[in-house]
């Protein structure tokens, strides 16, 4: 079973700046099977990237994801308030992440 | 719209049975794998299982096999999460998930339910 460790476990940053989250992979991934989602309290996951670096519908642009092989990385250029949450990266049919918590600093 | 609404969640016994239910619409059902993914509370997202558009071909996560059934109803607009002999380590919040279409490429879920919670506890 492929494990995904992203880091940091937690992230403070302030509205404006960037932030860049990591998933690394046990073994090698397809990027067409790499995705990222976002998670508020109380509320279901939402589909950010798709194959490592597409956005899914209606996602800002703001939102960017890159990598390959065992390395992933999703990027907010300029946070904004409603960025404030859990992101969670995820293998196509198969184990998650287990979450990086973006707070306000 | 694309709406998924998760049902029969609730406080069983540990070995009891549950049923959940996930009635789809927004969309051809008939066209999309569907998965269910369960949270603990407080905790990360686990993948439970998936089931292929026309119920052919099904998937568990080693977890929860030989305990879980998953089936769909195509002409219902339905899926289903068949729980038997389950366990503290159970209790979660169970979401209804829809797959994105292979034909476009999108290789992961693209709409979530609301969840339905499920207790196991004495």
């Known amino acids: 079973e492929i494990v995904l460790t992203q880091s940091p476990g937690t992230l403070s940053l302030s509205p404006g700046e960037r932030a860049t989250l990591s998933c690394r992979a046990s073994q090698s991934v397809s990027s067409s099977y790499l995705a990222w989602y976002q998670q508020k309290p109380g509320q279901a996951p939402r589909l950010l990237i798709y194959?490592?670096?597409s956005r899914a519908t209606g996602i800002p642009d703001r939102f960017s994801g890159s990598g390959s092989g065992t390395d992933f990385t999703l990027t907010i250029s300029r946070l904004e308030p409603e960025d404030f949450a859990v992101y969670y990266c995820q293998q196509y049919r198969g184990t998650f992440g287990q979450g990086t918590k973006l707070e306000i600093k | 719209q694309v709406q998924l609404v998760e049902s029969g969640g609730g406080l069983v016994k540990p070995g009891g049975s549950l049923r959940l239910s996930c009635a789809a619409s927004g969309f051809t059902f008939s066209d999309y794998y569907m998965s269910w993914i369960r949270q603990a509370p407080g905790k990360g997202l686990e993948w439970v299982s998936y089931i292929s558009s026309s119920g052919s071909t099904i998937y568990y996560a080693d977890s929860v096999k030989g305990r879980f059934t998953i089936s769909r109803d195509n002409a219902k607009n339905s899926l289903y999460l068949q729980m038997n002999s389950l366990r503290a380590e159970d209790t979660a919040v169970y979401y209804c998930?829809?797959?994105?279409?292979?034909?476009?490429?999108?290789?992961?879920?693209?709409?979530w339910g609301q969840g339905t919670l499920v207790t196991v506890s004495s």
């Open positions: 194959g490592a670096s």
């Open positions: 998930a829809r797959e994105g279409s292979g034909v476009l490429m999108v290789y992961a879920v693209d709409y």
